[in-house]
């Protein structure tokens, strides 16, 4: 969100997850044909943006793709229909960076340098006011082959706000990236991650997009240090992990040089959120525990000590009490599921 952004409340980080059963199930729906926002494919161009214009009409407003403009870095297929996501399951070291709340006309050109030096693609989810307020930055984040992503049109919680709102926030925010580079995006954040399950299934089966999460959260938004936007990234990242991370905030871009170069050296490559998804694979299934052989001898729990088999002048022993199990953290809160809020007053988060 801007720097000028307040909210109220925040919503934790949710989890679906296109990984193992352990930790978590995707979130799915399969979408109808979408009465707005049209999102078809292009086999002559990158299949996960839509073609805004028909087979052989000019482009009023030419730049370069919003997506990569080299096929992924492994043989894979686009996914089917929208769908959510958190991470992905690949069998190398690929990874996706993205950036929320930008474009910043101060420290967005910044990081595309950044990116650019290091030959590096990265997604960015933009809001749809600062895409009207800058668009010649939003032509330089296409221009170098990055993604473009909606995160709606001034960051409200969407579940907080009526549907037909929160419609008008997807619609005006595709307006107004079409209007600056002729693609619609097909990708949503949702603000805060603040997602339920009727209006998930509402959003891809009417638009078409898929939701995109994040596994790796360096709370630059709360911590403006460079030195803890790279220790908590080393510390999270994974193969298939989507980094989550903010372009408008100096702090943030200043670490991205050491977080890159750090990330390249210890084998990691850099991909769109598109080529990632595109590589992911199904989890494997979850091991089912083996059943025990006919004839096997079962042990019999110890009966419980009570006042009618305690022997007589024997002191009941005392009952061992097992603590109480410790909150779930707020990254384990799922979208569609009951909403954990931040406390009051913190703003200018995810």
């Not at 995707?26 to 049209?38: S, W």
């Not at 990116?115 to 960015?124: G, P, S, V, Y």
């Not at 009941?316 to 199990?325: D, I, L, N, Q």
Request: proline residues 13%; glycine residues 6%; positive net charge.
């Amino acid at each position: 969100m801007s720097s000028s952004e307040s909210a109220t409340a925040a919503v934790s980080k949710p989890v679906p997850t296109i990984s193992a059963p352990a930790t978590g199930a995707v979130q799915v729906a399969q979408a109808n044909v979408p009465a707005k926002l049209p999102i078809s494919s292009d086999a002559s161009s990158n299949p996960f943006f839509s073609s805004a214009f028909p087979p052989g009409a000019a482009n009023p407003n030419p730049v370069a793709m919003l997506g990569p403009s080299a096929p992924p870095p492994v043989e894979a297929s686009a996914p089917k229909g929208p769908a959510a996501y958190r991470q992905a399951n690949v069998d190398g070291p690929y990874i996706a960076l993205t950036f929320d709340d930008g474009p910043s006309p101060e420290t967005t050109p910044k990081l595309l340098k950044i990116l650019e030096e290091r030959h590096i693609k990265a997604t960015f989810f933009m809001l749809g006011q600062n895409v009207a307020a800058n668009p010649e930055v939003v032509r330089a984040v296409a221009a170098g082959g990055n993604e473009i992503g909606s995160h709606s049109w001034n960051h409200p919680q969407l579940p907080k706000i009526p549907v037909a709102a929160a419609d008008k926030q997807l619609e005006d925010t595709s307006d107004a990236i079409f209007n600056v580079t002729g693609r619609r995006p097909i990708y949503l954040r949702p603000p805060y991650g603040a997602m339920t399950k009727s209006l998930e299934a509402h959003i891809e089966q009417k638009y078409g997009l898929s939701l995109i999460f994040w596994s790796v959260d360096p709370l630059d938004w709360k911590i403006r240090d460079s030195q803890s936007v790279y220790d908590q990234i080393m510390k999270q990242v994974r193969p298939g992990a989507i980094i989550l991370s903010h372009d408008i905030h100096p702090t943030t871009v200043a670490a991205m040089p050491r977080v890159i170069d750090t990330l390249l050296a210890k084998g990691y490559k850099f991909v769109t959120v598109s080529e990632l998804i595109a590589m992911n694979k199904p989890a494997p299934p979850k091991p089912v525990a083996a059943a025990a052989p006919p004839g096997a001898v079962q042990q019999r729990k110890k009966p419980k000590q009570t006042a009618q088999n305690t022997p007589a002048g024997q002191a009941k022993p005392a009952v061992a009490t097992r603590p109480a199990p410790a909150p779930s953290p707020a990254s384990a809160t799922v979208p569609g599921e009951p909403m954990t809020i931040r406390p009051g007053g913190t703003v200018g988060i995810y």
